[in-house]
């Protein structure tokens, strides 16, 4: 494991803005329970001089690196909008950005650090749930409020009650490939290939199963694999003697690229189906022709013509050079309710900005209209998209 030293100028590099290397310094008190009394602004620490300092993990490096570059690049682009509109309350948002290299562990090592020696009021992130369940663990203990961008699996903010997340959440999302695969591609038999160390994958696999079946469809075979395998030949032939209409395989494009090519090299014809782990530019590099045709949900679509949507998909090209995915979309999304509780709350403390976050309505995102529930999650309708030649299109809209 890198010494701590190591991994506070890697994380220093890595901020967006302001990169010094701050003193180590005492962990601050826990901020009062919900509720309770608060801080006056000059007593927080995550606020010096005309500054707010929020921070932000995400995968930089490693296996789901995608994810993680365009959350980040999409929160940049949110906080200058913000600073150069004259921040909140007068103030600028500065923000610290740590890279957990697509690691669970390296995740929590980072909320760690953001939390007691960044000290930060906020911490955004991540993609990936198993690693936001990570940061979560720390950051619920230290009432530092957690805004995760595109963690669907139901476990992170079940955590407690200074997490939250701007996406829906597994339940719904396997509800809507199950309904999208009975009703619209009239799909009678499945089988199901499934992550067995992703929390994401388990959790959507399950709902998968429930839902179909429920539906009357029939899982007519059940394998697994591990993340970062090279071969899946065995699973994919136990899975072809099945003789199913659609494989569901809710997992990362890491994998599906692979998984993609194996199955049509074995004749394998059924259609693909997938979740919003798909979403990444890499899954044309990595599946080619064998991606083709196939459908994963989604939080929105670049095809849709909302002028909110399309603003912000411009100044995401402008910006950086490529049309931003839902990742991307969802990272913005975190940031400006993050930046909208700020500015709701009455004052800087941890525990007025984790109020103001929970009574968040009708927020205007780019993934929809955003209302968080009693339980942190956001309500809001999904997308099926359809894989072509480099890039997808808009099919369905599916809403809770």
């Known amino acids: 494991m890198r010494s701590v030293l190591a991994a506070v100028l890697t994380g220093c590099v890595l901020a967006l803005i302001g990169c010094e290397k701050k003193a180590s310094a005492p962990p601050p008190p826990p901020s009062p329970s919900p509720g309770g009394a608060t801080a006056a602004a000059g007593d927080t620490p995550w606020v010096s001089g005309d500054t707010i300092l929020i921070g932000e993990i995400g995968s930089l490096t490693g296996s ?117 695969a009975h009703d619209n591609l009239k799909f009678t038999r499945v089988a199901v290939l499934r992550d067995l160390g992703s929390d994401y994958s388990q959790g959507l696999a399950d709902v998968f199963e429930r839902k179909f079946t429920e539906m009357g469809g029939k899982i007519v075979a059940r394998e697994t694999y591990t993340k970062g395998s090279t071969d899946f030949r065995s699973q994919l032939t136990a899975i072809k003697r099945s003789q199913p209409d659609g494989i569901y395989i ?119 209209m955003i209302n968080l529930d009693d339980k942190r999650n956001a309500t809001k309708p999904a997308v099926v998209l359809e894989v072509g030649k480099g890039k997808t299109k808009y099919v369905a809209t599916i809403a809770p």
């Open 64 to 180: 789901e690196a995608t994810f993680g570059i365009s959350t980040r690049n999409a929160i940049e682009l949110a906080l200058k909008e913000v600073n150069a509109a004259g921040g909140v309350k007068g103030k600028k948002i500065d923000i610290r950005v740590y890279d957990d290299q697509s690691k669970p562990e390296e995740a929590a090592n980072a909320a760690t650090r953001l939390i007691n020696q960044d000290q930060v009021l906020l911490i955004l992130g991540e993609v990936a749930s198993t690693n936001s369940i990570a940061m979560a663990n720390k950051a619920q203990p230290a009432r530092v409020p957690m805004i995760s961008n595109a963690s669907t699996n139901p476990k992170v903010t079940e955590i407690g009650d200074y997490i939250f997340r701007v996406c829906f959440i597994d339940p719904f999302q396997g509800y809507v490939m199950a309904k999208f």
């Open 250 to 368: 809710p997992g990362y494009y890491t994998d599906i690229g692979v998984i993609a090519r194996q199955a049509r090299e074995l004749g394998i014809n059924a259609k693909l189906m997938g979740g919003d782990g798909w979403d990444s530019s890499k899954l044309f590099e990595l599946g080619g022709a064998a991606v083709e045709g196939s459908y994963f949900s989604n939080h929105y679509s670049a095809d849709d013509p909302n002028p909110r949507i399309q603003k912000f998909i411009a100044d995401y090209k402008a910006a950086y050079g490529s049309v931003p995915d839902a990742l991307a979309a969802l990272g913005y999304d975190a940031a400006m309710v993050a930046v909208d509780a700020i500015k709701r709350a009455p004052n800087f403390d941890r525990a007025s900005v984790r109020n103001a976050i929970a009574q968040t309505k009708n927020f205007p995102g780019v993934t929809g």
